[in-house]
């Protein structure tokens, strides 16, 4: 609040003229020759010529003095004092009066008069005790205003202090909260009356009692005491069911001391009084970078530790070890199929079947050791404990064998493998980025050779990955130079012992490494999306390979073409097939297409309607690897299946065990039931042959009758076979 620009003097001169007098009187000429005085300076004059008329106007208006007669008709003086008094009206009265006995002055003044005139008075006197009076109404006034103003001032304050949103406060000499402001209840949960005169200490959480100790009760002063700390605050998080509990509440604290002055001789001696703090709450700040740091190393997906934890972990490991000598394991595994189930499935489902598998590998592992998500399908796993390379193998085969169970996606049953490779510290590096690569070499040599297992690292597979790593660029160059080529591996009828179908196997004739087999690449080529330039490819050679052969062309082999589920998926199928078969001159009636169970889980319509164009064309539809997929058989129903594949895997366990053999009678009656033509795959020896040709499965396809071969050999076998056939026909 500041003061007006207006002088003190200037301001009372004012001030003057707005005084208002009321003079009562009786007796009219000395009435009027005092207000003729009067009116000289102040010019607001009433008169009243008795108490009645007196009381009648105090009640109408404020006067600031009164010119009291105090004998008068109607209502004495003492009369209106007496109104004036018990009605608190706020106003001066000076008495004049002929009355001058003591009793009379005393009563005059006890009733409230502020001086006292005997008539005849001289108007010096009565003026400068008017003056008086008046100076002492404008003190007075003056004071009221200040008072107001204080009050005003206080009360911006208080409301300042109380809204603020920190935490303000104030300790006493003992270290006792003296005061705290309204933001205890919304910050800590505590009413302002539960920390009145409680020892601070007793808030501050235990951990930073220490740290607490000299600050919350600052004793210095001004910029010495500036400095923030970060503390925890015990909170009261009480609600009804749970009334002691209590958490903290992280606070950034700046705190000072308050001392009083006061002078002793010459000497200013400064007294401490207590401490004056203010606490911000910092909780959202803290989450916020408890989350940067959370984010910086964690997976958000699984919760798992990222590759940044991993490579910090792995650092310390080595570091240790080494001291120690010591060994480490370091795992890298990759799930396979996956793509082909996010793809089918959906992103959605994709991301819920990553945070299973992480739930269940995490569960074999022990609380030492860490696993990782780096992204994708890819997880690690650091065994930072001493572990044996037996040791190892055992946790691998507990890895695979826990997502050997079927996920649940959307009400159906997801089967998933693993790949693990194993790098061991020090035998294989020492170095932690060349033990992650050795872990991921040995990784895609599972891959290659067969899925679902694991293997350690050995210098061996160096060569190998080199080469890997280079296949999606290497399978473009191998369009472009014609290093593919198709073997053709015969399905016999075991009856006729004849050839009635062919399937059409890719291989890679590699420049360096000679002719390389489909499973090191199939995955890689659907993962960069080369599989729609191979499918389209293979058909064309098919076309060359065979349709422009006239034994075949003559003979009734079927030849069935493998489709990967981007092929399906693709927008322009099967039109696209429809118009390339026609295009290269192959019968609709001698082609196959073989798809796997996964390839239709995610949309069965789009994928029955699909197929259905397809089968109206006469190509036939064959479900390879039949049994390895998708679990529910519903979808025989709906798709118009002509041909089941029984995968390689039942048929080589049919001499090995009774439940193996069962499965495949079980699968072999299905087909018969539902019409479905039935091939075995992997037919490896006649104990094989012989029991499916018992269950009525005549239609065989493996190594017992054939490798996959080249085409001329495979040509050569059909002329021969054409040639007894019209040697039959001509006998
Ligand atoms: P698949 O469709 O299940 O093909 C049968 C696989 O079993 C072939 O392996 C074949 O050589 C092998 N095989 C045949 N008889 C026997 C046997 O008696 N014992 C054993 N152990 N194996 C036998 P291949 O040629 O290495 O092909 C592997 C997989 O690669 C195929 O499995 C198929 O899924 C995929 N593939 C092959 N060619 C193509 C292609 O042109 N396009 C697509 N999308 N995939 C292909
Ligand atoms: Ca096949
Ligand atoms: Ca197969």
Known sequence: MENSPISIEENSRQQEKLISFLVVDDDLRARES???????????????????????????????????????????????LTFIRQKK???????????????????????????????????????????????????????AQIQKRLEHSEQLHRYMVNNSPDLIYILNLKGEFSFVNN????????KRSDLIGRHYSEFIADEDRMKAEYLFNERRRESRSNRTIELGLKCNTANSSKPFETSTCPIELNSMGIYSVDSKGSKKVSTYQGTYGVARDISSRKKAEKLITYQAYHDLLTKLPNRAMLLDRLDLAVKQASRTGQTLIVMFLDLDRFKLINDSFGHVVGDQLLVEVAARLKAEIRTGDTLARLGGDE???????????????????KLISSLQQPFYL???????????????FPDDSNDINTLIKNADMAMYEVKSTGKNGYTFYNDKLEHAAAEKISIESGLRKALKNDELEIFYQPQIDIRSRRIVGVEALLRWNHPQFGLVEPNYFIEHAEESRIIEQLSEWVLKRVATDLFGNTEFVDSEIKVSINLSASDIRHKEFPESLVALTREHGIRPNRLEIEITENMFMSDIQACTHKLQVLSNKGISIAIDDFGTGYSSLNYLRELPVHTIKIDYSFVSEIEHSKKGAALVA???????????????????????????????????QGYLFSRPVAVNEFLGRVATQQENQSSFSKV
């Open 183 to 190: 933001s205890v209840k919304k910050l800590l949960g505590f």
């Open 379 to 397: 997880f690690m796993l650091l065994l930072p404990q001493p572990t044996t390379r037996i040791q190892a193998e055992s946790v691998a085969q």
């Open 34 to 80: 005092l207000v003729t005085l009067l009116q000289r300076r102040w010019p607001d004059i009433t008169q009243a010529e008795d108490g009645e008329q007196a009381i009648a106007l105090i009640q109408q208006r404020q006067f600031n003095l009164v010119i009291l007669d105090l004998n008068m008709p109607k209502k004495s003086g003492d009369q209106v």
């Open 410 to 424: 959307r009400g159906k049953e997801v089967y998933i493998n693993v790949s693990i490779g194993i790098s061991v």
């Open 89 to 143: 009206i706020q106003t001066t009265v000076i008495v004049i009066s002929g009355e001058t006995s003591i009793n009379k002055v005393t009563e005059a003044v006890r009733l409230g008069a502020y001086d006292i005139f005997k008539k005849p008075y001289s108007f010096d006197e009565l003026e400068h005790s008017i003056r008086n009076a008046l100076d002492k109404l404008l003190v007075e006034e003056e004071k």
């Open 666 to 700: 079980a699968i072999v009656g299905m087909a018969q039931g539902l019409g479905i033509d039935i091939i075995a795959e992997g037919v490896e020896n006649t104990r094989q042959s012989e029991y499916l040709e018992e269950l009525g499965c005549n239609v065989m």
